[in-house]
């Protein structure tokens, strides 16, 4: 009769608020959930040491923009971001008056396209903005992208820009996106940012040349139809951000772009391409046809996805990086300034300190600060050729020299005139 009874209560205790018992499919469920929460806390966790230790530890947190969700959170994000780009939040480059900045931008020659391409990126702000918050993120958006160009004469801008620089401004806000936007600039997308497309082209062309190490059926597909690169063009030079829905999506491929190679876009295309080979194949080999179907494939990413396709290119750079392909990429290669940047960016990155150190010596306005390493730093690219080793001949900090030096002539003119009056007395 207990037995009976204490069966029924458990029984009773078991079953959900609605009256019915848990299924084994929903068991499983929460369990993974559970599990899924667990590992976001860690790598909250790891994120945050990374950043804590001094120097920051910049190898993994490049390591961990390509697991299983990147940065995490947009507050991550904030931090994580400028680190991946070398960039001091707290050293901003000082304001103009806004009637001098608008005069300014005005006077620039880009100000007239700048702003018919901002007035048509309604599409890229928070779905149910108010239209007065879109006012003000289009006026900011302006301004980021202007201040940009009006630092950087060299710099051509081209339609796609501005949708790079949304995704940071909406991530990060104005001021900082202003700084990471200026720090991609003249690094991963440089190439982009020529008066003509000859590198930006030939960026592209990478998309065939590493296609035929993995598909060789497709790739011949693909050429029969002539169907060029054309379609992958956008992919590129926006980061996905003009072609994916969905802005999760397009952050997290960002946490990724960020943190590795600039050529990565081209890798994520062909893993994108691969990914719907069937759905290609079905069509008919005709240049139309053909680019139609390529140019819908980015609205089939999302987020339930993206880190499997993240995974599959980062692996697809490992095994054939854009050294081993063939002559004529290798000539772009060395004459890509996204990429010589690079691997400049690589070598300064490693030795940043984390934000309460920056944030103290803003404060107190520190002078004299320690920049070296105590072991040597091995830096490597992420298809592991050897970039620089750092630490073991840091420069010391000029300051320090200057002080030295002036210790050192003071010392030499105490010892001469201490000498001279010996003699009078002598």
Known sequence: MNTAASKKRTTSSTKSKT??????????????????????????????????GDPVDFELLRKMMI???????????????????????????????????LKEFQS??????????????????PVGSRMSRKRVLQQQLTNIIMRVLCRHP?????????????????????????????????????????????????????FYAVLSKVDKQLEQFLLRSDVGTIFALSWLITWFGHDVN????IVRLCDFFLATHPVMPVYVSVVLVRNHKTQVLQQ??????????????????????????????HDLYQQHPPTSLRSEVRIYLK????????????????????????????????????????SSTEVRDTDGKQLALIGSNQTTNPLVKVAVWTMTVSMGVMTFLVLNTSKYWM
């Open 154 to 206: 060299e710099l051509h801008y081209y339609q796609g820009y501005h949708d790079i620089a949304v995704t940071l401004l909406r991530v990060v806000g104005e001021e900082l996106a202003f700084s990471l936007l200026e720090q991609l600039s003249t690094n991963h997308i440089r190439d982009f940012m020529d008066k003509n497309m000859n590198r930006t082209n030939r960026m592209l062309s990478l």
């Open 284 to 313: 008919e080999c005709d240049m139309a046809m053909v680019h139609h179907c390529l140019c819908r494939l980015p609205a089939y990413l999302n987020i339930d996805d993206i880190d499997d396709v993240i995974k599959q290119a």
């Open 108 to 125: 620039n020659i880009w100000w007239h396209q700048v702003n018919l391409d901002v007035n048509r990126a309604h599409r890229r702000f």
């Open 67 to 101: 697991t299983a969700d990147g940065s995490v959170t947009d507050d991550l994000r904030c931090k994580v971001w400028p680190k991946l780009l070398n960039v001091d939040v707290f050293n901003k480059p000082k304001k103009k008056k806004a009637d001098e900045e």
């Open 246 to 249: 969905s802005f999760e999506t």
């Open 335 to 374: 004459e890509s300034d996204s990429i010589s940047h690079h691997a400049e960016l690589l070598y300064r990155s490693y030795n940043q300190k984390p934000d309460r150190i920056l944030r103290k010596r803003k404060k107190y306005g520190l002078l004299f600060t320690d920049t070296s390493l105590t």
């Open 19 to 52: 009256g019915r018992q848990p299924t084994r499919h929903s068991v499983r469920h929460d369990v993974a959930a559970q599990q899924k929460e667990a590992q976001i806390r860690k790598k909250i966790k790891r994120l945050n040491d990374a950043l804590d």
